[in-house]
């Protein structure tokens, strides 16, 4: 079982938490690095509430296509084109976004993803996933590193 997603999920997991066999080609280069002076303590705390989790990749791209469809358009809180130029160039070269831009986002989409999709990544409901979206956004806002 992958921490932080329900039972049989195949998310992906922050290198912090990977074995380096693990992390090859894993973890989005184009998130922004957890910067060294966040405490040891405030960083398992942030493990403990799996913000260093993402779903799998499969969902992870629905829910960016949700919202692009359903969420943008209505609240353009963001420079749609840059953001998804960092997005699907995954390398990082384009530039980086932090964790908690990127768990917004995808926040944002659960109400409009086809729910199939979010059962196919383990959640037992719509609901369980947007509250497990939710939360990883709320804890990762209060990072200090990633406002």
């Known amino acids: 079982m992958t921490p932080g997603l329900p039972s049989g ?3 992906l997991l922050h290198p912090l938490l990977r074995t380096a066999l693990e992390q090859v080609n894993e973890w989005p280069a184009f998130i922004k690095p957890i910067p060294d002076r966040i405490l040891a303590e405030d ?3 942030l493990v403990q ?3 260093f989790t ?5 969902l992870q791209n ?3 296509a949700a919202y692009v469809e359903y969420v943008h358009p209505y609240m353009p809180l963001l420079e749609l084109n840059e953001f998804l ?16 831009l990127y768990h917004a986002v995808m926040f944002s ?15 037992g409901s719509r609901r369980d996933a ?17 406002r």
């Open 85 to 100: 130029q960092v997005v699907n160039d995954r390398t990082g070269a384009s530039g980086k976004v932090s964790l908690f």
């Open 9 to 11: 999920s195949p998310g």
């Open 54 to 58: 993402l779903p799998p990749l499969r």
């Open 130 to 146: 947007r509250r497990s979206f939710f939360s990883r956004s709320r804890v990762s806002c209060m990072t200090p590193a990633q």
């Open 109 to 123: 989409a659960t109400a409009f993803v086809d729910e199939t999709l979010l059962k196919d990544a383990g959640y």
């Open 62 to 64: 629905a829910l960016l």
């Open 49 to 51: 509430k799996h913000v």
């Open 43 to 45: 960083r398992q705390y």
